[in-house]
């Protein structure tokens, strides 16, 4: 059974820094496109970077380029998000998603990330 089970996010002032971590089961990374998305409350669900299964080449929107930075660990079977310089609009829920090699969709229960003085 495919799960992706997120952790690392909590509150942290403006400019302060955070990493979440994504952990897969029952599914292969090296054969997956993983991202990140982000929902703020009363907003729709942003893709904020992916990573693509074959040559783990990132992307990012533009909002966060320069400050997140997306990895991979295949042995462990983890992807990471590092944040920094988090600003108040970064607040949202945090959601790992993996679409298999099989085109089927998975997605994470989420992790709370607050950004505020």
């Known amino acids: 059974q495919v799960r992706l089970v997120e952790s690392g996010g909590g509150f942290v002032q403006p400019g302060g820094s955070l990493t979440l971590s994504c952990e897969g089961f029952?599914?292969?990374?090296?054969?997956?496109?993983v991202a990140w998305y982000r929902q703020a409350p009363g907003k729709e669900r942003e893709l904020v970077a992916s990573?693509?299964?074959?040559?783990?080449?990132?992307n990012y929107i533009g909002s966060v380029k320069g400050r997140f930075t997306l990895w991979r660990d295949l042995a462990m079977g983890m992807v990471y998000l590092r944040m920094n310089n988090l600003k108040p609009e970064d607040s949202a829920e945090y959601y790992c998603n993996a679409v298999t090699e099989k085109g089927m969709d998975h997605w994470g229960k989420g992790t709370l990330v607050t950004v505020s003085s």
């Open positions: 990573i693509s299964n074959a040559d783990g080449l990132t």
């Open positions: 029952g599914f292969t990374f090296s054969t997956s496109i």
